[in-house]
């Protein structure tokens, strides 16, 4: 705990480089989940909203999700193993790729690598570790990497 908040992430000593770690929530994407994200972050693309243009005037057949979506739900997938209730500030992603389209019915699996990790410099008491997410389909393709970078507290 620190303060009164279960912790259930890893404190920045623990994330040593290497480390893998097997994400146990996983996810299966709705239609409504597409279409509830796109129109909230006001993207209109035809290619995640209209079934009709999807189908007809695409290579895919139907839509494809947002692959935000996707992003935000692999890094969502990653937080309680990682750095639920030890990490400070997301600062930042070096890179993300997409190599295979997300679509409603998939169900989504991750797992996290800690690629990096070095003592802060401005802050004592945290380090920054660059997270590689990575999430999968139901097939074990990959769909989505993220390469991540976090400030974590230390073990208080």
Not at 78 to 107: K, Y
Request: charged share 20%.
């Amino acid at each position: 705990m620190t303060g009164d908040r279960p912790v259930h992430g890893k404190w920045f000593e623990e994330l040593e480089v290497g480390l893998v770690v097997q994400h146990a929530l996983t996810r299966t994407v709705l239609d409504s989940d597409n279409v509830l994200f796109s129109t909230m972050t006001m993207n209109p693309a035809a290619l995640h909203l209209d079934f009709d243009y999807a189908e007809h005037e695409t290579e895919f057949g139907r839509p494809l999700i947002n692959s935000l979506f996707t992003l935000g739900l692999l890094v969502g997938l990653s937080v309680l193993e990682t750095t639920h209730g030890t990490t400070v500030a997301n600062l930042g992603f070096q890179e993300v790729a997409f190599p295979v389209p997300v679509f409603s019915g998939d169900t989504i699996h991750a797992e996290t690598e800690v690629v990096a990790a070095r003592e802060s410099k401005s802050r004592p008491t945290c380090g920054i570790v660059t997270f590689e997410h990575r999430a999968y389909n139901q097939r074990d393709e990959l769909v989505c990497r993220a390469r991540r970078d976090a400030l974590m507290n230390k073990r208080p």
